[in-house]
């Protein structure tokens, strides 16, 4: 039980730290199997909510001083006020930009908190199970190593960098539409 607490805690402090974090859901997977996912998904949704809003009641003002002379930045930042939840859900599922740096970044804008979580609930899910679901394969693979699971990493690996592909087009052309609309 003690290990459990421990490890939402270091997860929490890792997520709210700008500082990678990819690496705590794999060994959850590994040491706590299929029970990781709640407890990753919660931890990470918590650690979200906490650096959305110290961004958002701490370095709001300066930044939207920041915008203010950069008509690029306050183009991307009416974006997401506008879209917000859809903005937050393809960020998330895009590996491109670092998560804990999203959690930041979207506080400094206009996406209101809620729809910010309802968004982020969603984006996280297929990557949270992704890397608890290496973490479980590991821990396969130190013991049997079978030809499904290779198999199904293999898919999941290739699901992933589809995904990634898609979801990145697609952020990019969502990005580019308010662009476009002021010409």
């Given at each position: 039980?003690?290990?459990?607490?421990?490890?939402?805690?270091?997860?929490?402090?890792?997520?709210?730290?700008?500082?990678?974090?990819?690496?705590?859901?794999?060994?959850?997977?590994?040491?706590?199997?299929?029970?990781?996912?709640?407890?990753?998904?919660?931890?990470?949704?918590?650690?979200?909510?906490?650096?959305?809003?110290?961004?958002?009641?701490?370095?709001?003002?300066?930044?939207?001083?920041?915008?203010?002379?950069?008509?690029?930045?306050?183009?991307?930042?009416?974006?997401v006020a506008e879209h917000g939840?859809?903005?937050?859900?393809?960020?998330?599922?895009?590996?491109?930009?670092?998560?804990?740096?999203?959690?930041?970044?979207?506080?400094?804008?206009?996406?209101?908190?809620?729809?910010?979580?309802?968004?982020?609930?969603?984006?996280?899910?297929?990557?949270?199970?992704?890397?608890?679901?290496?973490?479980?394969?590991?821990?396969?693979?130190?013991?049997?190593?079978?030809?499904?699971?290779?198999?199904?990493?293999?898919?999941?690996?290739?699901?992933?960098?589809?995904?990634?592909?898609?979801?990145?087009?697609?952020?990019?052309?969502?990005?580019?539409?308010?662009?476009?609309?002021?010409?």
């Open positions: 039980m003690y290990g459990v607490v421990i490890f939402v805690v270091v997860l929490v402090v890792m997520t709210w730290l700008p500082a990678p974090d990819w690496p705590l859901p794999i060994m959850a997977g590994y040491v706590y199997g299929v029970w990781a996912f709640p407890m990753v998904y919660i931890s990470i949704v918590v650690a979200s909510a906490v650096a959305f809003l110290a961004a958002r009641h701490l370095a709001r003002d300066k930044v939207r001083a920041f915008l203010r002379r950069r008509p690029r930045y306050r183009a991307l930042d009416r974006a939840w859809q903005m937050v859900f393809l960020v998330r599922l895009s590996p491109i930009i670092p998560f804990n740096l999203q959690n930041y970044a979207f506080g400094v804008t206009g996406v209101p908190l809620l729809p910010y979580l309802w968004a982020t609930l969603a984006g996280i899910t297929p990557g949270t199970a992704l890397y608890v679901y290496f973490g479980i394969f590991g821990k396969g693979l130190s013991s049997t190593p079978s030809a499904l699971n290779w198999v199904s990493l293999g898919l999941g690996v290739a699901a992933s960098i589809a995904l990634g592909v898609f979801v990145t087009r697609t952020t990019k052309t969502y990005l580019a539409e308010p662009n476009e609309r002021r010409r």
